[in-house]
């Protein structure tokens, strides 16, 4: 009784779930299909010529390899953030747990702008990096450092629980039956970890793909060279092609699908694999 009783707080099964598909259909499924919808009205040749256009198709290896270079850098630099906060404690350590989280409020423009005056050729940081022949601003370099500073909090954010409720007795134990740091880490924490940080990866990933305002100004949109997939988007859209714009919008939706499907299958299959699955 008490069994039902807690299961009857939200109203029944089938209302429940009618409210949700509703909701999923209003905010998700039905805008996804206008889109698909509005990128095939101008049929399947017109389609084809604007997704398979040499800069179109450039901006697609650009946006999606940026973002996964940037996902797997952030993977490596959060976890070992979210570890030192959680670790240890040293003067100033939540000021910089606070920190992380300034992506998440700074607008993208003025993080773009940020970026850019820091690293352009007069900028604090770039004007060093001139003379040694390393150009940030402008070019696909500074798309990445933009794409790995937005994506970094989602990494730390998703990992930093995991390690709070992993317990050290677990490290003190490995260590114990002779089993020396890296060995610990690579047999017994990393695998507890790696759910986490796969959704961690995800996110960042994803994020990184649809970003705009934080890369439009660093990026210098270069044509075959620094022109993001989003900015293809709004150029089109800015010359009244909808059916253009959302063709690229249904390239680049199949192909983050496929992404996260397979991220979220390898997250699915590391859960089970180490028996935490749900």
């Known amino acids: 009784m008490a069994t039902l009783s ?13 409210y949700t598909l509703v909701y999923l259909s209003l ?9 698909a919808f509005k990128a095939g009205s101008s049929g399947f ?8 256009a040499p ?7 650009l946006s999606f390899g940026l973002s996964l270079i940037a996902g797997f850098i952030n993977a490596i630099f959060g976890l070992m953030l979210a570890w030192v906060l959680v670790r240890y404690n040293f003067l100033g350590k939540k000021f910089i747990d606070a920190l992380v ?3 998440f409020a700074l607008p993208t423009a003025v993080t773009g702008i940020a970026l850019t005056a820091l690293y352009s050729k007069n900028g604090w940081i770039g004007q060093y990096l001139e003379p040694l022949g390393i150009k940030v601003a402008f070019t696909p370099l500074g798309i990445l450092i933009a794409l790995i500073f ?67 100004f660093i990026a210098g949109n270069i044509p075959l060279v620094s022109e993001i997939t989003p900015l293809m988007i709004i150029t089109r859209l800015e010359q009244y092609d909808y059916s253009g714009a959302t063709a690229i919008a249904v390239v680049m939706l199949v192909i983050s699908l496929i992404l996260l499907f397979a991220i979220n299958a390898l997250q699915a299959w590391t859960a089970k694999r180490t028996g935490r699955s749900r």
Request: proline share 7%; hydrophobic share 50%; no cysteine.
């Open 101 to 103: 989280d300034l992506p």
């Open 27 to 35: 905010i998700v499924l039905i805008p996804i299909s206008a889109v």
């Open 150 to 216: 937005i994506g970094l909090p989602f990494v730390v954010r998703t990992v930093q629980p995991i390690l709070e409720d992993l317990e050290t007795e677990l490290e003190e134990a490995s260590a114990s039956l002779g089993a020396n740091r890296w060995q610990t880490f690579h047999l017994v924490i990393l695998p507890i970890l790696l759910p986490a940080l796969l959704t961690g990866f995800a996110l960042a990933f994803a994020r990184a793909v649809g970003e705009y305002g934080s890369v439009i």
């Open 6 to 18: 807690k299961n009857k707080i939200f109203p029944g099964f089938n209302l429940s779930l009618g």
């Open 45 to 52: 040749d017109h389609f084809w010529d604007v997704v398979s």
């Open 55 to 61: 800069r179109v198709v450039a901006s697609y290896q």
